[in-house]
């Protein structure tokens, strides 16, 4: 059985520091993604990670700011987030493709963990 259980998320200021950690038991190795849901929008793509680690993909609002990583050895996998804004207020979720080709689209993953709260104050 798979579980992805995502932890780290709270409240900072603006400007501050928060880092995720997806922790996945049941699968190694494949594909991750982070995705997040603001109230009334809908699930937007923020990063993936291949298996191995080597290749990682941004959207464009997070790029400089945010960095995926992963330890295999752990089966976990992290998001560092860097001068967060207010807009980066949302659930953050992190979820797995059992697919070879990464993608950034939400409805290709095929588990995802419950979700963690992170709000950005200005």
């Known amino acids: 059985q798979v579980q992805l259980v995502e932890s780290g998320g709270g409240s900072v200021q603006a400007g501050g520091s928060l880092r995720l950690s997806c922790e996945v038991s049941?699968?190694?190795?494949?594909?991750m993604g982070w995705f997040r849901q603001a109230p009334g929008k809908e699930r937007e793509f923020v990063a993936t990670i291949s298996g191995s680690g080597r290749t990682t993909d941004y959207t464009d609002s997070v790029k400089g700011r945010f960095t995926i990583s992963r330890d295999n050895a752990k089966n976990t996998v992290y998001l560092q987030m860097n001068s967060l804004k207010p807009e980066d207020t949302a659930v953050y979720y992190c979820?797995?493709?059992?697919?070879?080709?990464?993608?950034?689209?939400?409805?290709?993953?095929?588990?995802w963990g419950q979700g963690t709260q992170v709000t950005v104050s200005s």
């Open positions: 049941g699968r190694t190795f494949n594909n």
């Open positions: 979820a797995l493709d059992r697919g070879l080709r990464m993608t950034n689209k939400a409805y290709e993953y095929d588990y």
